[in-house]
């Protein structure tokens, strides 16, 4: 089994819908973080979290919010969802090591907004 | 802010051919620096990093040596192979929460 698993895969979704992408992982690491990947941009850092109580916004946190159930689950959710949302979406792990840890991502999920 | 800025692909090489990637950043302070591997259908993974100047990282016949001088990390690799074709992707974290700053990720593809 992956170490980090994003359910779903893919996702086609109609323009004003909620979705919910999730994000379990079996790590033990504290730090969880969403990032978007879009071609030619690379991928931007949209919420990051490093325990249950702990939410920070990253770079591009508008139209999103994300829930921290547990230590090992991350959702990110598109409270309206818009067609400019379509991207793919990796969720990621690291350490406490500070910086220089490495981080672990997902298999990604691929959303398209119609 | 930070940034990262890497050659433009898609880039393709014959198999044994010689690959450079180039990467240049700008940060403050003294940031690690990190290239990352996509295969199609799959998530990021590491490959290698450098986290002070003059590290050279190396894996899997890849090196990238960070340059503070020239603010790169350039990604070589000798002899490429057909397994080798993926998207490359050059990072950088700037403080201690891990967080990634990208480059837009170069393709590499190598034909047999």
């Known amino acids: 089994d992956a170490d980090v698993t994003q359910t779903p895969r893919n996702r086609i979704t109609k323009t004003g819908k909620r979705i919910m992408l999730e994000c379990s992982q079996t790590?033990?690491?504290?730090?969880m973080y969403w990032y978007r990947q879009d071609p030619g941009l690379g991928l931007r850092l949209i919420y990051y979290?490093?325990?249950?109580?702990?939410?920070n916004k990253g770079e591009i946190s508008d139209g999103y919010s994300v829930s921290r159930q547990a230590q090992a689950k991350f959702s990110l959710s598109l409270e309206s969802a818009i067609p400019n949302q379509t991207a793919l979406y990796f969720c990621?792990?690291?350490?406490?090591?500070?910086?220089?840890?490495?981080?672990?991502f997902g298999q990604g999920t691929r959303l398209t907004v119609v | 802010g930070d940034s990262v800025t890497q050659m433009e692909g898609p880039v393709t090489l014959s198999e044994e051919a010689f690959l450079t990637i180039n990467c240049t950043y700008t940060?403050?302070?003294?940031?690690?620096l990190f290239w990352y591997v996509q295969y199609p259908g799959e998530g990021l993974q590491l490959l290698l990093k450098?986290?002070?100047?003059?590290d050279k990282g190396s894996n899997k016949g890849f090196e990238a040596t960070y340059r503070k001088e020239t603010t790169s990390f350039h990604l070589e690799k000798g002899s490429v192979q057909v397994s080798d074709s993926a998207v490359y992707f050059c990072?950088?974290?700037?403080?201690?929460?891990?967080?990634?700053?990208f480059g837009a990720g170069t393709q590499v593809v190598v034909t047999p």
């Open positions: 990621a792990t690291s350490d406490s090591l500070g910086g220089a840890a490495e981080a672990f």
């Open positions: 790590k033990g690491h504290d730090r």
């Open positions: 979290s490093f325990d249950v109580k702990d939410i």
């Open positions: 940060a403050t302070g003294y940031p690690s």
């Open positions: 450098a986290t002070k100047a003059d």
């Open positions: 990072a950088l974290s700037s403080d201690s929460w891990g967080k990634l700053q």
